[in-house]
C-alpha cells in the first residue's frame, strides 16, 4: 500500500505565503515524478507543477510565484507558494508516480489539502 498526504493548506491573505507539503509511504520502490494539481469549485483538476529529477514544469499562472521541490531521503515534495491571489484557491492535491516493491509502476493521489486566498 502507497499513501500520500498532504499538509499545510488554510486561510491565507493575498500577497501572502503559504508551504504545502505531500508525504509518500508505504510499499515504495521509487518515486519517480512528484506533483501538484488544484482544483477550485466548478472547475477541472488542473496541473499546478511536476518535479522529475531536478526538472520541474509550472503551469503559466503560477510561474514566478509557486516553487516545487522534493526531499527523497524523507520521500516527500513540497509546493511553495508566494503571492498568492484569490484565484489561487482551490483544493491541492499531490499526486506521485511510484514504483512499488512489487515493481509496479502507477500514479498516487493524495487526499487533498484546502488553500484558500481572501481577505
Known amino acids: 500500500q502507497v499513501q500520500l498526504v498532504e499538509s499545510g493548506g488554510g486561510l491565507v491573505q493575498p500577497g501572502g505565503s503559504l508551504r504545502l507539503s505531500c508525504a509518500a509511504s508505504?510499499?515504495?520502490?521509487?518515486?519517480?515524478?512528484m506533483g501538484w494539481y488544484r482544483q477550485a469549485p466548478g472547475k477541472e483538476r488542473e496541473l499546478v507543477a511536476t518535479i522529475t529529477g531536478d526538472h520541474t514544469n509550472y503551469a503559466d499562472s503560477v510561474k514566478g510565484r509557486f516553487t516545487i521541490s522534493r526531499d527523497d531521503a524523507k520521500l516527500t515534495a513540497y509546493l511553495q507558494m508566494s503571492s498568492l491571489k484569490p484565484e489561487d484557491t482551490a483544493v491541492y492535491y499531490c499526486n506521485a508516480e511510484i514504483r512499488t516493491w512489487s515493481q509496479i509502476v502507477r500514479d498516487y493521489w493524495g487526499q487533498g489539502t484546502q488553500v484558500t486566498v481572501s481577505s
Open positions: 508505504g510499499s515504495i520502490g521509487t518515486i519517480n515524478r
